[in-house]
């Protein structure tokens, strides 16, 4: 009997770690998504420098200074800051009201947060036409009174937002539902006052995660197009921002001068990529519960 036990147990296969894969698959694919990233990453951006370069860096200095360059180039900036501090606040707000109150319609808000990952931005675009646009009431009002939304910054402004603003809410609700209300909660009933309590508890508690959306933000606001282009009227030096001189100057055969604006955004994009790098190798455990990505 115990001789058949022994047989039967050295006849059972022995079963293989369920994450241990063989050699040639982790070859595969390892090779694949290497070759994915250097046909759609690495190649294009080595392209785009290459181009930028290719009469020199004095001709691809010569052609950022410009005049229309350089009012490109400060437009994407001053859309960005403004952008950036508001979207943080409206952030904030929105995470805050989600994870710490419960109220009819709270799914709805969560749906509208997401709305702009599903939106096209031309269309969020030909949305703020029809409402701000000089054809309209508000729009011809907005216009008479000196404030004109569409062709001029706060159109520029607010397309830029629409497409944005998830990022950072996204980034705090995570955070803040892991954390709960135990500790502000806890400062409320030793007397502390609301803003108090959001200044020495809560924000603390979600500074890196409010750091990592605001980089994530920054990155797409820099380079929104479609929304920014319907919204804009691509008037030179004036409501051209990067993007969008980018894609005029190539229309209009200049390469040198195209590829040394998109290789100066790229090297901006890059910056913001390596400050999320670095963020997410020194606050791994703190970024943990709200990566989505």
């Not at 930028?52 to 960005?80: F, P, Y």
Request: hydrophobic share 60%; glycine share 8%.
């Amino acid at each position: 009997m115990s001789d058949l036990t022994l047989s039967a147990g050295a006849a059972r296969p022995v079963p293989r770690p369920a994450t241990t894969e063989a050699p040639w698959v982790r070859v595969a694919l390892i090779l694949g998504v290497v070759g994915m990233l250097t046909v759609l990453l690495f190649a294009p951006l080595i392209a785009v420098f290459a181009e930028a370069l290719s009469k020199g860096l004095g001709a691809a200095l010569e052609s950022l200074g410009n005049a229309e360059a350089r009012s490109a180039i400060w437009l994407t900036l001053t859309v960005t800051a403004i952008a950036l501090p508001l979207n943080a606040a409206f952030g904030i707000a929105a995470a805050w009201a989600i994870t710490k109150f419960d109220f009819w319609g709270k799914s709805v808000l969560i749906t509208l947060i997401d709305l702009p990952f599903s939106v096209s931005p031309v269309v969020a675009g030909l949305c703020l036409v029809l409402v701000f646009g000089a054809n309209t009431a508000l729009g011809a009002w907005l216009v008479a009174s000196g404030w004109p939304i569409i062709f001029a910054l706060p159109g520029i402004v607010l397309a830029t937002m629409f497409v944005t603003f998830p990022f950072v809410a996204r980034e705090l609700i995570p955070v803040m539902i892991e954390q709960g209300k135990a500790e502000e909660e806890a400062a409320l009933t030793l007397g502390a006052g609301g803003w108090r309590v959001f200044f020495t508890v809560t924000l603390p508690n979600i500074r890196w995660a409010l750091l990592y959306g605001v980089l994530l933000c920054n990155a797409r606001a820099m380079g929104e197009f479609g929304a920014v282009s319907v919204v804009s009227g691509k008037i030179r030096g004036q409501t051209a921002t990067m993007p969008i001189t980018i894609e005029m100057l190539y229309n209009e055969y200049l390469s040198v001068a195209a590829f040394s604006m998109a290789a100066l955004l790229a090297l901006l994009a890059l910056v913001t990529l390596a400050l999320k790098t670095v963020l997410e190798w020194r606050h791994a455990d703190q970024l943990a519960a709200s990566h989505r990505h």
